[in-house]
């Protein structure tokens, strides 16, 4: 079947992208760092389209967010249908039934049986906010402990457990104090023949042997945050066990366990949420990146015992807004009815496409996945396995100069994370740009 994409018509980035990128460089905050010129004029499906009419195969969806792609006709329809009626009337305050109905659908479809309490947000970082709060407030106690690599969002209060790059932080402190780091268990960088049980075991002795004996009262402890697999750090994927651990470690010291599933969440592994292939229940769990398919939501949920605040603890002008709930709810029909069983499935056409991807090109150190998040992690050498950065950053430009957008992540990991709407044809596709662009 002959697809319109890629196409590419001009050098990249053609005349019209150019001129934007110029004007968008002389006004724009130095803080926003551009992967590379691509300047979207429009996108259909898995396809986004350039202002100079090139055309794009889609293998990142912009950080994981455009889940079910770009316009699809349900969600175009549900957020004009909401627009029209009304743009906003302040969820904190009042009353509508997108609110009501996006809030019991959250709660019931997060992990675990326990009645779960949802409070809406217009991002991930605020999700992180949120929870740092209620998780202090519940507990009535302060430290949080984080893992290093670990991504929770930018602002100031998350900025303190994310450990990503040292960029992100540098200039900004003092941040919020008693945060504090572990190591996020690396199967591929343990020593050989170390087993996932043994891994976990370290890990968990990096708290009970070393962190809570020697720095932090686990007493103290308010929360542990966690992404169920590790997303900007590096599309790690955690040894099996290591979520039921950290539950067991949560609960012997009375600790609430929080899961960010701001982007391994929403079907993209081919679950509604990553955890659930562990089976294990978090006492808040974080949302956001693909939950609207683009549009700006996020919610926090949470434990109904955990959810013990008052009235105007905490509150949101803009948090659940309507355009935004409805988008979600169109989102989530369409992820529950077709779209996650469909990552399951694509997922394992593309992982093992990139496998075989790896037995041709040395530089594939590691492939790793689970449905439609799959990371490759390039190396200089394989005994070695020492990160080569130069050459993530070459074959992400690379990619896009054969048309097909990716996405780094980690020291030197390109992510494979397309919309959960792609097919067998464009995965095929996409493998084929992949390793035209290994290539050189
Ligand atoms: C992107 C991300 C965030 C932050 O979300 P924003 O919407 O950018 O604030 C938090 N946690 C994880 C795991 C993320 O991937």
């Not at 004996?213 to 599309?235: M, S, W």
Request: charged letters at 20%; one cysteine or more; glycine letters at 12%.
């Amino acid at each position: 079947m002959s697809r319109p994409y890629p196409l590419l018509k001009t050098p990249l980035p053609g005349p019209v992208a150019k001129a934007i990128v110029d004007r968008d460089r002389a006004f724009t905050s130095h803080a926003y760092l551009k992967e590379y010129p691509l300047v979207i004029a429009r996108g259909e499906g898995v396809m986004v389209e350039d202002v100079d009419g090139n055309r794009f195969l889609d293998f990142m969806s912009g950080i994981a967010v455009s889940s079910t792609g770009y316009g699809h006709p349900k969600v175009i329809a549900a957020v004009q249908d909401a627009a029209a009626r009304f743009l906003h009337i302040c969820g904190s305050d009042f009353y509508f039934e997108g609110m009501a109905a996006l809030c019991e659908r959250l709660a019931r479809l997060a992990p675990g049986s326990t009645p779960k309490r949802v409070f809406l947000t217009n991002s991930g970082t605020e999700a992180t906010e949120g929870a740092i709060k209620l998780a202090r407030h519940a507990t009535r106690r302060t430290a949080i402990v984080a893992f290093k690599g670990a991504f929770h969002g930018r602002t100031t209060g998350a900025l303190a457990l994310t450990s990503s790059k040292a960029r992100q932080h540098s200039g900004f402190g003092p941040l919020l104090p008693d945060v504090h780091h572990v190591a996020y268990p690396n199967r591929y960088r343990a020593a050989a023949g170390t087993t996932d049980a043994q891994l976990v075991a370290q890990s968990i002795a990096e708290f009970e042997g070393d962190l809570f004996t020697r720095h932090l009262d686990p007493k103290d402890v308010a929360a542990i945050f966690v992404e169920p697999i590790q997303g900007e750090g590096g599309y790690l994927f955690p040894p099996d066990g290591f979520l039921r651990a950290l539950r067991d470690l949560c609960d012997r010291h009375g600790i609430l366990l929080v899961f960010d599933e701001i982007q391994c969440g929403v079907g993209r592994t081919g679950t509604m949420w990553a955890c659930q292939h562990e089976g294990v229940e978090p006492d808040i769990m974080l949302t956001a990146k693909g939950l609207g398919s683009g549009m700006p939501i996020g919610a926090f949920i949470a434990r109904e015992s955990v959810d013990e605040w008052q009235g105007g603890a905490h509150g949101s002008t803009f948090g659940g807004n309507p355009v935004c709930c409805a988008a979600a709810l169109a989102t989530l029909d369409l992820v529950e009815n077709r779209l996650m069983a469909n990552a399951a499935r694509m997922g394992e056409r593309l992982i093992s496409g990139v496998r075989k991807l790896a037995e041709r090109h040395e530089v594939i150190g590691d492939v790793r996945g689970r449905g439609l998040m799959v990371g490759m992690e390039l190396v200089k050498d394989r005994g070695t396995k020492e990160a080569n950065p130069e050459a993530s950053r070459r074959l992400v430009d690379t990619a896009f100069q054969h048309g097909l957008l990716l996405l780094g992540c980690g020291k030197s990991v390109v992510r494979v994370a397309p919309p959960l709407v792609i097919d067998e044809v464009d995965i095929d596709r996409g493998l084929d740009l992949l390793g035209d662009s290994l290539q050189g």
